[in-house]
C-alpha cells in the first residue's frame, strides 16, 4: 500500500484505515461508552499522526466524512478549513452525532469557524442529546483556543449553563460539567461568577445540577487549581 501524503485520495486513506483496523482496541472502547458500530479501533494518536500526514484539504475532508468511519470522521475535523466550514456545514455534522468520543473531537473544528458563538446557542438548546452536547464541548474547547475572545463571552455561557444543568442525561450533564469547571480555570477574573455557579447548583434540588455543581466546585477550590490561577495573573 502507497505512503499516505497530501495527495493521497480518500479512498486510499479509508483504505489505509481499514489496514490498521484493530479490534481488540475497538472492543475496549466499549468500556469508556463509546459506540463502536462504526469504529475501526484505532487511537487517537494514530489518527493525529494519518491527519498531519495528509494535511488540510477541504473538499476531501467532506469526502472522508461521508464514509461514515468514526475515525475518517475524525480525520476530516482535522484536515478540514475552519475558514470554509460554514454553520450549514456543521448543523449537518452535528445531525449524526451518535457517540461522545466524536462530539468532542469534532467541536475542536466548530470553536474554530467564523459562526462558533452562534452554534454553541443553538446546539444548548437543541433537544438532542449528543447535539446539546456539542454546545458544551464546544464551550470547554473555546477556553483553550479562543484565548483573544473576551472574558464577557464566557461570562455569558454561564447562563447557558445553569439553564442546561437540570439535563440529566449522562453525555449532557459531563459536557456541562466539563464547561463549568473550563471557563473557571481561565481566568481569576471568570474563577469568581464559575464557582459562584458551581456553588448555587451544588445547593439545587435538582439532582442533575447538584451533580454537576459539587463536581465544579470540587476542582475550582481545589488547591493547586488556585495556584495554577493566581500564576497566570502574576
Known amino acids: 500500500m502507497a505512503e499516505l501524503s497530501p495527495q493521497s485520495s480518500a479512498d486510499e486513506i479509508v483504505a489505509h484505515l481499514r489496514s490498521i483496523a484493530w479490534e481488540e482496541n475497538r472492543l475496549g472502547m466499549l468500556r469508556y461508552g463509546i459506540k463502536i458500530e462504526r ?25 472522508l466524512w461521508r464514509t461514515g468511519i468514526m475515525e475518517a470522521q475524525f480525520i476530516a475535523s482535522v484536515t478540514a478549513d475552519p475558514e470554509r466550514f460554514s454553520a450549514a456545514d456543521a448543523r449537518r455534522w452535528a445531525a449524526t452525532f451518535d457517540s461522545w468520543d466524536i462530539v468532542d473531537g469534532v467541536s475542536d473544528l466548530f470553536v474554530d469557524t467564523d459562526c462558533w458563538r452562534q452554534l454553541i446557542a443553538e446546539f444548548a438548546v437543541d433537544e438532542r442529546e449528543f447535539v446539546r452536547r456539542t454546545a458544551f464541548a464546544m464551550m470547554a474547547w473555546s477556553v483553550v483556543h479562543r484565548k483573544k475572545e473576551p472574558e464577557a ?14 439535563d440529566g442525561r449522562n453525555f449532557v450533564k459531563k459536557a456541562v460539567n466539563w464547561a463549568l469547571r473550563s471557563i473557571g480555570k481561565r481566568s481569576m477574573n471568570l474563577h469568581g461568577p464559575a464557582l459562584a455557579l458551581a456553588q448555587k447548583l451544588a445547593a439545587s434540588t435538582d439532582k442533575t445540577a447538584r451533580w454537576i455543581g459539587k463536581g465544579a466546585v470540587k476542582e475550582l477550590s481545589d488547591a493547586k487549581t488556585l495556584q495554577r490561577l493566581a500564576a497566570r495573573k502574576a
Do not use: C, D, Y
Not at 41 to 52: E, M, N, S
Not at 157 to 163: K, Y
Open 39 to 63: 469504529a475501526l479501533g484505532i487511537p487517537h494518536g494514530v489518527q493525529r499522526q494519518i491527519a498531519r500526514k495528509i494535511k488540510r484539504n477541504h473538499e476531501r475532508a467532506f469526502e
Open 153 to 166: 463571552t464566557f461570562l455569558e455561557f454561564l447562563s447557558t449553563i445553569e439553564a442546561q444543568a437540570t
